[in-house]
């Protein structure tokens, strides 16, 4: 393997994850939300109406963050989610989903897919399988 081949390869997967991220965040920003917080809605909106602790959302997300309280603190003062304490272990708590959190993650969700639209047509199927494939097989 060319190790220069190689670490071009790393460089455009970087760069490209970035373009992603600054662009998700482009298209989030009228809507006062960031691509973290955005991020914890869809975690919390997963799990079908059961509470998940910070610790599991931190671990669940897809830019580790030891920010994870406080993405979610402006999440509880956006009234997106709702934090409880758990009743098993009161040194943790239970963070939820709200409707109100739903119904906005629906509406992000529809102006993230227009941005996602025209990506779709440039990579067949087969493609789109190989490069996941091949990004996992990195990653082991």
């Known amino acids: 393997m060319s190790k220069k081949i190689y ?9 490209t994850g970035h373009w992603i991220t600054d662009s998700v965040s482009s298209e989030l920003k009228p809507f ?5 917080q955005y991020n914890v809605l869809r975690t919390l909106n ?3 109406h059961q509470p998940l602790t910070v610790e599991q ?6 830019q580790r963050s030891s920010n994870v309280t406080r993405i979610i603190d402006k999440l ?17 708590m239970d963070i939820m989903i709200t409707p109100e959190g739903r119904n906005f993650l629906r509406e992000l969700d529809v102006k993230l897919a227009q941005w996602h639209s025209p990506l779709l047509n440039k990579l067949t199927d087969e ?14």
């Open 7 to 15: 670490f071009s390869t790393i460089h455009q997967i970087i760069k």
């Open 32 to 36: 006062d939300i960031s691509e973290p």
């Open 46 to 48: 997963s799990q079908q």
């Open 57 to 62: 959302i931190g671990k669940q997300m897809i």
């Open 76 to 92: 509880l003062g956006k009234g997106l989610v709702s934090r409880k304490e758990c009743p098993s272990n009161r040194r943790k």
């Open 127 to 140: 493609e789109l399988q190989t490069l996941t494939r091949l990004i996992r097989k990195l990653r082991k």
